[in-house]
C-alpha cells in the first residue's frame, strides 16, 4: 500500500510505538497521532518523544501529532484505533463523522466489549459500517517497548481479504517489524483477547510465588481454551498455534513488561482490585475483558477453566490463594480432541 496520510488514534504505549513502525516503513508519508491530552499531543509535535509511555526515544520526524480528532482524521488513508478496549465505542461514535469513508481501519486493540461481547472489529462494524474488506487486526506478540527499542519482532495482519492483508502488511514492514498475513480475523481477535486473561492467571501464579511447572501449565491449558473459544465462534485453531495465538500468550505470559501479567502478579501477591488498580497507571485489558469472555463462552458452550477462576479472583469472589484448588479440583479429562 503506498500511503501518503496515515493516523493513529491513540497515543499510549502501542500507538505511538505502532506511528513509529508505520513511520519508518514509509519514511515518505506523514504519520499524524491523535493524543487525548494536548500536552502529550504537543510534546510528540515538538520534541519527538512520549516520555510518559516511552521514556527519552526519539520519534521518527514524519511523526506529527494533534489533540483534535477532526485534524487527525482528515485525508487519513489508513485509520488505527489504539485506545482501551471499552472507550472504542465511545470514541468512534464522536469520531465517525471525520473518519474517510474510504479509509481503511486497522485494529491494534486486545479487549472484548463488556455488555455486547462484541470484539474490536464488530464495534468499528457496527458504528462505522466499515465493510469487511476494509477492516484489519494487528495482532501478535507485539510488546510495546521492545518494538520501540527495533527489537527483531513479528506480528500477524489479519483481514478476510487478502489483498488488503498484503496492502497493510506492506505498510507496516520495518527493519525490525515482519507482519505476516492471516484470513482469520476472529482467531486473531480472540488470540489476543484472551492471552490477557490467561496471563493475568499466570502472574497470579507467579505472585504466589509457584514455579515454571505451574506458569507452563496454565499456558498450555490456557491456549487450549482459547483455541475452544476461538473454534466455537469461528476462528481456526491453526491460528491460534500461530503469532497471534501461541506466539502473544507466550511473550505476554513471560514479560515483566506486559500490564496483564504484571496485575496478576499483584493479586497474586494479595492486592485487592483497588489496590492493583491505583498501582496501574496503563490499561491491563484482561481485567476488564475477563467478565464479557465468560460470557461469550457460555453463550457458545466453551468450557473456560482458566479464565473462570481468574474472574472469580478479580471480582473478590474467591481469594487468589484457592484459585490453583479451583483448577485442579475438576474432573479428569482426555487431552485429545482439546476437551
Ligand atoms: N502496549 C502494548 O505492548 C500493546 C498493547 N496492545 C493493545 O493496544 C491497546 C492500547 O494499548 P496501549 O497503547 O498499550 O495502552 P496505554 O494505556 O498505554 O494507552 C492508552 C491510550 O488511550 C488513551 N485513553 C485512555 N483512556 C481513554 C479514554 N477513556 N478515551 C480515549 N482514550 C483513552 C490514553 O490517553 C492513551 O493514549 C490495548 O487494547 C492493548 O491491549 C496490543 C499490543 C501491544
Ligand atoms: O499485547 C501485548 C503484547 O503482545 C501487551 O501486553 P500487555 O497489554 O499485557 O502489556
Not at 17 to 45: G, H, Q, S
Amino acid at each position: 500500500m503506498r500511503v501518503k496520510n496515515l493516523t493513529v488514534m491513540g497515543s499510549g504505549s502501542w500507538g505511538t510505538t505502532f506511528a513509529k513502525v508505520l513511520a519508518d516503513a514509509n519514511p515518505e508519508a506523514t504519520v499524524t497521532l491523535w493524543a487525548r491530552r494536548d500536552e502529550v499531543a504537543e510534546e510528540i509535535a515538538t520534541k519527538h518523544t512520549n516520555s510518559g509511555y516511552l521514556g527519552d526515544l526519539t520519534l521518527p520526524f514524519n511523526i506529527t501529532a494533534t489533540s483534535d480528532a477532526v485534524a487527525a482524521l482528515n485525508g487519513a488513508e489508513m485509520v488505527v484505533l489504539a485506545v482501551p478496549a471499552q472507550t472504542l465505542r465511545e470514541q468512534l461514535t464522536q469520531w465517525a463523522d471525520a473518519i474517510p469513508a474510504d479509509a481503511v481501519i486497522v485494529s491494534l486493540m486486545k479487549g472484548l466489549e463488556r455488555g455486547t461481547g462484541l470484539r474490536m472489529t464488530q464495534v468499528v462494524q457496527e458504528v462505522l459500517g466499515t465493510s469487511d474488506d476494509k477492516l484489519v487486526v494487528l495482532s501478535g506478540p507485539n510488546l510495546a517497548r521492545e518494538i520501540a527499542r527495533e527489537e527483531p519482532t513479528a506480528s500477524v495482519v489479519a483481514c478476510s481479504v487478502t489483498e488488503t492483508a498484503d496492502a497493510v502488511a506492506q505498510a507496516c514492514t520495518a527493519a525490525y517489524f515482519r507482519p505476516y498475513t492471516n484470513r482469520d480475523v476472529i482467531g486473531a481477535e480472540i488470540g489476543g483477547i484472551v492471552k490477557n486473561i490467561i496471563a493475568l492467571a499466570v502472574g497470579m501464579c507467579d505472585g504466589m510465588g509457584m514455579g515454571d511447572n505451574t506458569k507452563a501449565t496454565v499456558i498450555t491449558r490456557g491456549l487450549a481454551e482459547t483455541t475452544r473459544l476461538a473454534v466455537a465462534i469461528g476462528g481456526k485453531a491453526e491460528t491460534m498455534s500461530g503469532l497471534a495465538g501461541m506466539g502473544d500468550l507466550v511473550a505476554t505470559c513471560a514479560s515483566s513488561l506486559s500490564r496483564n501479567y504484571t496485575a496478576g502478579r499483584l493479586f497474586g501477591q494479595g492486592l485487592s482490585m483497588d489496590q492493583v488498580t491505583s498501582k496501574m497507571t496503563q490499561v491491563a485489558e484482561g481485567v476488564k475483558s475477563c467478565s464479557a469472555v465468560l460470557e461469550l463462552a457460555h453463550e457458545n458452550g466453551v468450557d473456560m477453566p482458566i479464565a473462570a477462576a481468574a474472574s472469580k479472583v478479580l471480582d473478590g469472589s474467591v481469594p487468589v490463594i484457592k484459585m490453583p484448588k479451583l483448577l485442579l479440583d475438576r474432573d479428569l479429562k482426555s487431552e485429545e480432541r482439546n476437551q
